[in-house]
């Protein structure tokens, strides 16, 4: 300000030279915090994903999480009825085809499916204007958590102690009393069973989305598949098979194609939109938006689904996020969990090699 | 007309300093969204897509600058090693501000992804659908950001010398005064 130096006194000198390093180092300071390496504190990707390795052991290759699951193709056939809600292009009428996969929660490929009452249903819409819809279900109607950092708290619960290989029951039971929100889903979680099939299940959306009509006007929703099969199921669990659901699913479509109704359910205004914890009142409005026909499975190994990331905001035109915490996490995470699966498939100094099997 | 030879051209001072500021959101976008589980990563990712592809576009709109109106010479008396870092610098720069869109357009096409740049704008895959591919193109994203990064970082503070330092007139001649 009134710098008495003259321009090329040492002092003046001094004074650039720190101006200099001063500007570089906000600059990288600024660059590390935001990029979260200066900010340890701060819930990454990374941990999400890190905790589950923790939790599981890494199976190199396979998705962090529903790492066991078999893909399946076909396609939905819309019947129009939801075009007054949403412009997506796949509510008109006709077909759209869909590459999906079914699996169980989990970073164990190798899971025996009667470990978990979970199943999951993931699909991809690919839509002729070139846009996709993507979607992971759950057979459940609500999720333990609301937001991310409980679910990093529940992980973190859940991870095995080394000495027994088991959670600690004692952590499992702090983290509950602590999250009162769990309580929904553990009232499910006391009555549900693993099911014999995936063909009989229904697949909740969990978080609402944002359904924007021609108008510009926005309607929040949920959906679930409901299925048309109501069977007690086929006899490939009572032989014994760890891995019933697969060929469970290859039996009942090496008879005929599976089905789905999308079911819409409107939100009525006030109703949450963010706190999967929670589910709408039963009289809310549904609309059947159209049939999922399901034709075809195979391994995920080799099958179309294996490349695919079934990331929760991979929307159309016309569907939107809502403002559930949980979506933008979800789709954060997923994002870390591809990049770690296909960097092991493409070999990359620092991975984990495909073929490893750290069973735990 | 001494002041033309002094200072760069009216286009190529607009353009630079616009892409100055367009870069270094991009690059504190990029590595905020991918650390960010909360409703950041989302905002900030349907920024940094359309983003991208404009910097492309000015970017190869400022490489016709450059080119068809070369920059005013560096003093001659600045040390041949200056001169050399100075000009590899450069054209590093335009070369990752190049690259960068290009990579992250490839690499969502690998992967997969259709390549929306708003809520129905779609732009067409430049690479064909693999994951071995999309893992590679995804690395050299992060890799090329940090060398973007620091190659700013060296920018910042060798134009700073120039201005502080040697007051030789090379940051006033992209400041546009003299």
Excluded at chain 1, 64 to 86: E, I, L, P
Excluded at chain 1, 235 to 242: F, L, N, P
Excluded at chain 1, 266 to 280: E, R
Excluded at chain 2, 142 to 151: I, K, P, R, S, Y
């Amino acid at each position: 300000m009134h710098d008495p130096a003259p321009p090329d006194s040492p002092a003046r000198r001094i004074g650039s030279w720190a101006l200099i390093a001063a500007a570089v180092a906000v600059a990288a300071v600024s660059f590390g915090y935001v990029g979260s390496w200066l900010a340890p504190q701060r819930l990454t990707p990374a941990k999400l994903i890190d905790q589950f390795q923790h939790n599981a052991g890494t199976f190199a290759g396979y998705r962090r999480n529903h790492a066991k699951g078999v893909c399946v193709t076909g396609y939905f056939d819309g019947n129009g009825q939801a075009q007054m809600y949403s412009t997506a292009q796949v509510f008109a009428r006709g077909r759209t085809p869909v590459v999906g996969r079914f699996a169980i929660p989990g970073s164990n490929p190798y899971a025996p499916d009667g470990s978990v009452p979970i199943r999951s249903m993931a699909l991809r819409f690919a839509l002729a204007n070139g846009q996709q819809w993507r979607t992971g279900m759950n057979s459940m109607p609500v999720f333990p958590v609301a937001t991310p950092q409980a679910f990093y708290a529940q992980l973190q619960a859940q991870q095995p102690d080394p000495a027994t290989g088991k959670p600690d029951p004692a952590k499992v039971a702090a983290f509950f009393a602590a999250h009162p929100e769990t309580a929904a889903f553990r009232a499910w979680a006391k009555t549900a069973k693993p099911s014999a099939s995936f063909a009989t299940e229904s697949y909740w959306s969990l978080n609402a989305f944002v359904f924007v009509d021609a108008n510009g006007k926005r309607q929040p929703v949920r959906w679930r598949m409901v299925p048309e099969a109501t069977d007690a199921g086929s006899d490939a669990e009572k032989a014994g098979s760890a891995n019933y659901l697969a060929s469970d699913l290859a039996e009942r479509l090496a008879r005929g194609p599976l089905r789905w109704h999308l079911q819409i359910t409107l939100a009525n205004p006030g109703d949450p939109t963010n706190d999967a914890t929670k589910t709408w009142p039963d009289d809310r409005r549904t609309i059947d938006a159209g049939t999922l026909v399901l034709e075809r499975t195979e391994p995920q190994a080799s099958g179309p689904c294996r490349d695919i990331n079934y990331d929760p905001l991979v929307l159309p035109a016309g569907i939107a996020a809502s403002d559930d915490p949980l979506l933008p996490a979800r789709s954060a995470a997923y994002a870390d969990s591809y990049l770690r699966r296909t960097s092991e498939e493409a070999h990359l100094p620092g991975t984990a090699a495909p073929s490893a099997e750290t069973k735990r | 007309m001494k002041a033309a030879t002094n200072t760069f051209t009216l286009a190529a001072r607009v353009l630079h300093w616009l892409m100055a500021v367009m870069i270094l959101a991009m690059l504190f976008i990029g590595v905020g969204m991918v650390a960010s589980v909360s409703e950041r990563h989302e905002w900030l990712l349907a920024i940094h897509k359309p983003l991208g592809i404009a910097i492309l576009v000015l970017a190869v709109v400022r490489l016709t600058v450059r080119l068809r109106h070369p920059p005013p010479p560096l003093p001659a008396d600045l040390p041949a090693l200056q001169k050399l870092a100075a000009l590899a610098s450069h054209w590093l720069l335009y070369f990752l501000m190049l690259a960068m869109p290009l990579i992250g357009w490839a690499m969502l096409s690998a992967g997969g992804y259709p390549v929306m740049l708003g809520t129905s704008l779609r732009l067409p895959p430049i690479f064909p659908a693999s994951p071995v591919a999309f893992a590679v193109l995804r690395h050299l994203h992060t890799w090329f950001a940090m060398l973007l990064f620091l190659t700013f970082l060296a920018h910042m503070a060798a134009a700073l010398y120039h201005g502080l330092i040697r007051r030789d007139g090379v940051l006033s001649s992209m400041l546009g005064r003299r």
